[in-house]
Nanobody, 129 residues
């Protein structure tokens, strides 16, 4: 059974850092692009970052460029989102999602029909002083 489990969320002060981990099991991890999305209360889910199944291509939302870094380990079937200089408006639930793709070096940082059909339960990130 396909499973994605996020961890690493928590409470952090503005300007602080967190490292989120997405642990995958039950499917061919290296056949999937991986993305992180987040959803703040009352807002739509937005794409934060994605990484191709090869790990060569990464993409970031405009608001996180230069502060967040995504990586993956296809041997241990994990994906990491390193977040720095977090701000209060980045509070929300962070989800990882898997997108089967035939392309080694492509990931899409958006929700689209037929894509990102598999999700974790999310991890709460709260940025507050």
């Amino acid at each position: 059974q396909l499973q994605l489990v996020e961890s690493g969320g928590g409470l952090v002060q503005p300007g602080g850092s967190l490292r989120l981990t997405c642990a995958a099991s039950g499917f061919a991890f290296d056949n999937h692009a991986i993305a992180w999305f987040r959803q703040a209360p009352g807002k739509e889910r937005e794409g934060v970052s994605c990484i191709s199944k090869s790990g060569v291509t990464t993409k970031y939302g405009d608001s996180v460029k230069g502060r967040f870094s995504i990586s993956r380990d296809n041997v241990n079937e994990t994906a990491i989102l390193q977040m720095t200089n977090l701000q209060p408006d980045e509070t929300g639930v962070y989800y990882c999602a898997a997108d089967w793709t035939p392309y080694q070096h492509i990931c899409l940082l958006k929700l689209y029909e037929g894509g990102y059909g598999d999700w974790g339960q999310g991890t709460q990130v709260t940025v507050s002083s």
